[in-house]
């Protein structure tokens, strides 16, 4: 059964900066792409960052590009998402995610591609 562990989340002002890290158990990591998605209080969840097997071309969503990093280590079995300049509105709780499909060609962004979500943790940035 596979199954992933976020943690690194907390309170930060604007402009700072949290690393979160996910860990994967279960499956054999590196044939998987990993990703990041976060909800905010009362809206969907959305996607954030994803990067595949092989840590080739990361994909990122237009609202974190240039400030979110995602990188893996496959021999630790973990995938990172480091935030920085981080806004109010970038307040949500971020889940990680495995996707479905072995060895994608591409880093996956839509939800239904991923599976075996973690519980979340919850990012608040004060302004």
């Known amino acids: 059964q596979v199954q992933v562990a976020e943690s690194g989340g907390g309170l930060v002002q604007a402009g700072g900066s949290l690393r979160l890290s996910c860990a994967a158990s279960g499956t054999t990591f590196s044939y998987y792409g990993m990703g990041w998605f976060r909800q905010a209080p009362g809206k969907e969840r959305e996607f954030v960052a994803s990067i595949k097997w092989n840590a080739g071309d990361p994909a990122y969503a237009d609202s974190v590009k240039d400030r979110f990093t995602i990188s893996r280590d496959n021999d630790k079995n973990m995938v990172s998402l480091q935030m920085n300049s981080l806004k109010p509105e970038d307040t949500a709780v971020y889940y990680c995610?495995?996707?479905?499909?072995?060895?994608?060609?591409?880093?996956?962004?839509?939800?239904?591609?991923?599976?075996?979500w973690g519980q979340g943790t919850l990012v608040t940035v004060s302004s």
């Open positions: 995610a495995v996707d479905r499909a072995m060895l994608r060609a591409v880093a996956a962004r839509m939800e239904n591609d991923f599976h075996a």
